[in-house]
């Protein structure tokens, strides 16, 4: 996710909306998904890529109905801030930045840990609204992953970001644009791939036989013979 230029896309959408003649666009396909699984990667292999695609058309839809929301300016959707390297080592790929907001525009910040925003420049955050960027890696995704407010009514956030795309557009100076409303994405790609670590794993995935006894009849349960009627009666209907 954090290697997707978001920019470029955003771009590609805005453009394809803006050209009456594409209205036709054949839809991707996609293999049905099996109702059981042999193993755990082959879960996490089958529902990442579609958690992926879904996570990036909320971004995207997000940023077009911002965008197009009445009154809105370049200034009040992209606030200006400053961005220096905290620390190399976070994972494949991964570098942490710490993100410092201008006082300014610091009552327009409301984040949260495990948000998602954007960073880039504000003359290519403008243009790929208008379907206008050239073909250059412009934007990248960042996720929140701590967030206070410092001195000098300033807000600091620590945000991850691709090392190779940072490497690219990063620069000590950028814009941040919020993506509200994918907390709940991030959190749930974060549980799968940590499923692994669930105790009924096995179960889920139907590779082994159920490890605990069937219930004896309810019968012999010992809670009286109206009671027992009524329960059978009930959910035999």
């Known amino acids: 996710m954090l290697s997707w230029d978001v920019l470029l896309a955003w771009n590609k959408l805005?453009?394809?909306?803006?050209?009456?003649?594409?209205?036709?666009?054949?839809?991707?396909?996609?293999?049905?998904?099996?109702?059981?699984?042999?193993?755990?990667?082959?879960?996490?292999?089958?529902?990442?890529?579609?958690?992926?695609?879904?996570?990036?058309?909320?971004?995207?839809?997000?940023?077009?109905?911002?965008?197009?929301?009445?009154?809105?300016?370049?200034?009040?959707?992209?606030?200006?801030?400053?961005?220096?390297?905290?620390?190399?080592?976070?994972?494949?790929?991964?570098?942490?930045?710490?993100?410092?907001?201008?006082?300014?525009?610091?009552?327009?910040?409301?984040?949260?840990?495990?948000?998602?925003?954007?960073?880039?420049?504000?003359?290519?955050i403008h243009l790929a609204s208008r379907g206008e960027l050239c073909n250059e890696k412009r934007g990248m995704v960042g996720v929140v992953t701590n967030y206070q407010k410092g001195p000098y009514d300033m807000y600091q956030l620590q945000v991850d970001v691709s090392r190779n795309l940072y490497k690219e557009i990063g620069r000590p100076e950028m814009h941040l644009m919020r993506v509200p409303n994918n907390v709940s994405a991030i959190r749930e790609f974060k549980a799968l791939c940590t499923s692994h670590s669930l105790p009924l794993l096995n179960d889920i995935l139907c590779t082994q036989k159920p490890r605990h006894k069937p219930l004896p009849p309810i019968q012999t349960m010992g809670l009286g013979k109206g009671f027992t009627d009524h329960v059978i009666k009930k959910f035999n209907k």
């Open 14 to 124: 805005a453009s394809r909306q803006s050209d009456t003649n594409n209205e036709n666009e054949e839809e991707e396909l996609r293999e049905s998904l099996p109702d059981r699984y042999d193993s755990y990667g082959e879960y996490v292999g089958r529902w990442a890529p579609l958690h992926r695609d879904e996570t990036r058309a909320q971004i995207l839809q997000e940023l077009m109905t911002s965008w197009d929301a009445p009154g809105v300016t370049l200034q009040s959707l992209a606030m200006s801030v400053t961005v220096t390297v905290f620390r190399q080592n976070t994972g494949d790929n991964v570098v942490r930045l710490m993100v410092k907001t201008n006082p300014e525009t610091s009552e327009r910040v409301e984040l949260l840990p495990h948000e998602l925003i954007v960073l880039s420049d504000i003359q290519s």
